[in-house]
């Protein structure tokens, strides 16, 4: 399995691919977190689906996270990508016979693939924290928003706390993200199935009837990574366990079905 | 289904002494290219050696050799996505013999080289059977596969037609007498005269394909002249592998 990882970590790391990935993560933690305090006093709000954080929720034991959290649904749809796209490449250039012949134990192959894209994701959400929690620290102040709190223990904690929910959150967007590769067989059909049913068709279901979004798979994922409330103008609360529970049978039995056909399916081109 | 891609609906078969529904006990010492070469295009030439190198466990300080035996000692750090076909086919068997083989299936080795990298080709294979490693051909280029094989097995529509050493399937084959005449009308006299003597013999490509051993293109030759026929060629040859499949075939 390490072979395969360490095989699969040697494609990651192709410039194209990392420093174009890893722009676009520090771009958007930069930005997302940025326009927390660029906008505080805005009335169309400072966060995303036009919320309002105000200072004195900045200025709690959270508030230097906000903008990871904030952050963390889009570090899973960019997971979500990449790992649809390492899955599925392996049908289209037709290398997946290569593999097969240096690597027969396909479920190996799926583990050891699995393991060096969740080390990927790992460097994004890193890459993303620091970012983040760094542009708050730098822009804080002239929003007038007290770190006080930041970096004590309910500080240190919270962001332990995020980090944790964040990394879950992606792993499981980036594990739908294989899931469909590996049903699809196509990086394109992949990416755009699974962006599509993330952006739109989620948020349609839910405005169509608002209790849907306790059971969609997209919504669960993203409220994973806030901790549990999902956020919108449409939305209820979901329970973080809850969040964790449908989540998790959701990715749970993607996941199985997609390594039970990729066991069993003959590789004939 | 040799490499583990499909599983084996019935029947048996058995690779380097090892059961094919077993492929993880032999893939380690098969190379394969099959269904022509497939990289990442995006990475190098060496790169993608070096992704099959660390899959399969082997070392990467072959890699660069291996590029170096198929031709590609300069072009390693250049993308495959730039590679010529004839390239990628070096490629695609400098990847096959990455972990030493004691097995080695090609599928079409020698598509799109050219005439310089179709002799390396051949006596890279050559070199490498004559070191111990098994290699396993298929193709449909019959011609090629005259100059490389030892052994043969020839199929058609999924059935096997041939199998055994190539020489005593070139051997068990009738020699041919290609006769030319001046015109179209000598070739049926010529063919009447073959006929005449027993011998089976068709009218093909401007000429009179007789079957028969070589002796007798003495008489035949003498039997034209004396019907006043002058003979423009007269070859006793025995066929190639491609004459051979169309006779065992029936297709032509």
């Known amino acids: 399995m390490w072979n395969v990882a360490f095989a699969e970590l040697r494609k990651l790391r192709r410039p194209t691919l990392f420093f174009g990935t890893m722009g676009a993560v520090v771009f958007f933690s930069a930005l997302f977190s940025s326009l927390l305090f660029i906008l505080i006093d805005s009335p169309q709000g400072n966060s995303d689906r036009g919320r309002v954080v105000g200072r004195e929720v900045l200025g709690l034991a959270t508030g230097g996270v906000q903008g990871f959290t904030s952050v963390g649904g889009f570090l899973g749809i960019i997971a979500l990508c990449v790992f649809a796209a390492q899955t599925a490449q392996e049908y289209t250039y037709g290398t997946l016979r290569n593999l097969l012949v240096r690597q027969p134990g396909r479920l190996r192959i799926l583990l050891g693939k699995f393991v060096a894209m969740k080390l990927f994701a790992l460097v994004m959400i890193v890459l993303s924290a620091i970012v983040s929690i760094g542009a708050s620290v730098i822009l804080a102040p002239g929003a007038e928003v007290s770190t006080d709190l930041w970096f004590g223990a309910d500080g240190r904690h919270a962001i332990f706390t995020t980090f944790v929910n964040v990394t879950i959150s992606v792993i499981g967007f980036g594990t739908v993200g294989m899931v469909l590769g590996l049903l699809l067989r196509s990086p394109i059909s992949a990416i755009s199935l699974g962006v599509l049913w993330l952006l739109i068709v989620e948020n349609l279901l839910v405005a169509v009837k608002n209790s849907w979004q306790s059971w969609l798979p997209g919504s669960q994922l993203s409220a994973i990574a806030s901790g549990g409330s999902a956020s919108g103008p449409v939305s209820g609360a979901i329970e973080y366990s809850h969040a964790l529970l449908i989540g998790g049978i959701y990715v749970a039995v993607g996941a199985t079905i997609a390594s039970f056909l990729f066991v069993r399916r003959d590789v004939a081109n | ?252």
């Open chain 2, 1 to 252: 289904m040799l490499l583990g891609l499909i599983t084996p609906t019935g029947g048996t078969g058995e690779i380097l002494g090892e059961s094919i529904k077993h492929p993880e006990r032999y893939l380690p010492r098969v190379g394969a290219m099959i269904e022509g070469p497939a990289f990442y295009p995006a990475l190098s030439g060496k790169e993608n050696l070096n992704v099959l190198a660390t899959l399969g466990g082997f070392s990467t300080d072959r890699v660069q050799g291996l590029l170096e035996q198929v031709g590609l000692g300069e072009r390693g750090k250049s993308k495959f996505k730039t590679y010529s076909l004839g390239m990628k086919q070096r490629l695609g068997i400098a990847a096959a013999l990455l972990p030493n083989p004691k097995l080695l299936m090609l599928d079409e080795p020698t598509n799109g080289l050219d005439p310089e990298g179709i002799q390396e080709v051949r006596a890279l294979l050559r070199s490498l059977a004559n070191d111990g490693t098994s290699v396993f051909v298929s193709s449909h280029l019959l011609s090629e596969l005259e100059l490389i094989s030892d052994y043969l097995v020839m199929l058609r529509k999924g059935e096997v037609v041939f199998t055994g050493k190539m020489t005593d399937l070139m051997l068990s084959q009738q020699p041919v007498i290609i006769a030319k005449g001046a015109s179209e009308n000598d070739l049926i006299k010529l063919l009447a005269i073959a006929e005449q003597a027993g011998h089976h013999a068709t009218i093909r490509d401007g000429a009179v394909h007789v079957q028969g051993p070589a002796e007798w293109a003495l008489d035949f030759n003498r039997a034209a002249f004396n019907a006043g026929i002058t003979l423009s060629q007269l070859t006793p040859q025995l066929p190639n592998l491609e004459e051979t499949f169309f006779e065992m075939t029936g297709d032509k």
